[in-house]
């Protein structure tokens, strides 16, 4: 369940809207949305590189907004921006090498008032792209071990 948490965390993280001026780093005390884990870099070649990333996101993003449980966080955001900075936060966490140029996760979650129900919405969600892509069980565990400790920043409500 906590992994499921922290995907959401990530994913509304990188909701910026369009031209959101983005953090260089997180504010003191916040943790490292992506901190990068080089010793992981076979899952991330598992995902398929940085161009599974974007595949993912595809499918992902498209299920988020579809999803009566999380539509209302994504209906009305600029989703090519979304796609972008979620591929850059998990290429950077799974050490593919990526910067991560999105806003840390308390401030890019603030103001959509995230509970749990919205947040393991998200997680289920993620986990069917990831599995529809064909991602090994395995390596999806790996990323959301990961993402599992940012429900701390994300769930608001």
Do not use: W
């Not at 990530?10 to 983005?22: E, F, I, N, T």
């Not at 974007?54 to 090519?80: C, G, K, N, S, Y």
């Not at 959301?144 to 994300?154: C, K, Q």
Request: hydrophobic fraction near 50%.
């Amino acid at each position: 369940m906590v992994a499921r948490l922290s995907v959401l965390l990530l994913l509304v993280a990188c909701c910026s809207p369009v031209g959101a001026q983005q953090s260089p780093a997180p504010p003191a005390g916040v943790p490292d949305p992506a901190p990068a884990h080089p010793e992981l870099i076979a899952t991330f070649h598992a995902f398929g590189g940085e161009a599974g990333l974007h595949a993912l996101m595809e499918d992902f993003v498209p299920r988020l907004v579809a999803d009566p449980r999380t539509h209302r966080f994504f209906a009305d955001i600029d989703q090519a921006a979304f796609k972008q900075h979620l591929a850059e936060q998990f290429c950077a966490l799974l050490g593919g090498g990526c910067a991560y140029t999105g806003r840390d996760m308390v401030e890019a979650h603030a103001a959509f008032g995230i509970d749990r129900g919205a947040f393991n919405a998200l997680v289920e969600d993620l986990q069917q792209s990831m599995s529809a892509r064909g991602i090994p069980f395995r390596a999806q565990n790996r990323l959301l071990a990961l993402l599992a400790p940012m429900h701390r920043e994300i769930i608001n409500r």
